[in-house]
Structure formats: C-alpha cells, structure tokens
C-alpha cells in the first residue's frame, strides 16, 4: 500500500477516534438533571423523614461586629429555617446547596462561625425533634432553588427543592455569634 493511503486512513481512523471520544466526554461532564418536588419559601417541604421550613432569606453585603466585619465575594445570603426530624433514629445532614436558573450550583460558606445561630459542620437532628438555624452562601443576586435532603448518602437520596426569591430587606440585622 502506497505510504499516502497508509497515512489518509491513519489521520480518518484519528479523527473519528477523537470525535467519538470527545462526544463521550461530554456527555458524561454534563450533571444529570435532579428529580425532586418544589416547594414556595415558608411551606413545609417535606423529603423523606426531614420536613424543612426556610422561614427567611436575606443578602447582606457584610456579617460581623464592628472591627470584625466578615466581606463576602459577592453578597451573603443568610437563610433561617427549622428543620424536623419525623424519624426514630438521629438524623445527619449534609451541607445544602443552591442552585439557580442553569442548573449551576452552590455549596454553604462551611466556616460561618461568626454567624448567629449558625447550624454548625457537623449537623444532628434527634427523633421527632425540631432544629432552626442559619445557613450561609456567598452568591450573586438573584432568585435561586434550595436544594434539600432526606440525608441519605447522595445517590440514593431524595431531593426536594424550595424556591428562594431575591430579597433585599435587610431591616431586621443578623447578630454576630461574638
């Protein structure tokens, strides 16, 4: 065979290789959509055992006491919600996530000690018992979906998703923990 034909089918094999490589790449990068009901903010979402109230949702544009301010990157959006535990046994829960209009999402600031009534890293709720507290993201804007948990291990979790409106009142100051 001629060393042209011999180099034509390597560079055809090549790219149709890549092609079909590159088509598998992206469809596995792309997250899966996630199932789950929705729920109004201050409705009781409930997912499994965990029925959850987000009672308010407010931007801030800094947390702290004077002297010790905490700046966000972009605005804090601290989240007030009580939390019930409708099993017999002690439930975990995970750090929550927000998720806006395409899909993309966003993890809870995980040191927010400085917040009042922050729910903690590490998060237990005893049976039949009722948790409220604060949870903090540092995030644009805008309206977005809380995405919450039965606390079961991710991939065999149920989901269920509570809508958080953008909101600017900021009347009622969120006290430091200090």
């Not at 201050?42 to 997912?47: D, F, I, K, M, W």
């Amino acid at each position: 065979m001629p060393p042209f034909l011999n180099r034509r089918l390597f560079l055809t094999g090549a790219s149709g290789l890549a092609l079909g490589l590159m088509g598998c790449s992206r469809e596995s990068t792309e997250a899966p959509e996630k199932k789950g009901k929705t729920f109004k903010m201050g409705e009781r979402a409930a997912v499994g055992l965990l029925t959850y109230n987000v009672l308010e949702a407010t931007y801030f544009t800094q947390l702290g006491t004077t002297g010790a301010y905490k700046i966000p990157e972009r605005r804090f959006l601290v989240i007030r919600l009580a939390i019930t535990n409708g099993g017999a046994k002690e439930a975990e829960l995970p750090f929550l996530r927000l998720v806006d209009e395409s899909g993309t999402e966003y993890s809870e600031v995980g040191d927010a000690d400085f917040l009042s009534g922050w729910f903690g890293l590490i998060r237990k709720i005893g049976p039949t018992q009722t948790e409220e507290g604060r949870i903090l993201f540092d995030v644009q804007p805008k309206s977005y979906r809380l995405e919450v948990t039965d606390g079961a291990e991710p991939g065999k979790e149920q989901l269920g998703f509570v809508e958080i409106p953008i909101d600017f009142d900021t009347a009622e100051p969120v006290p430091s923990a200090r």
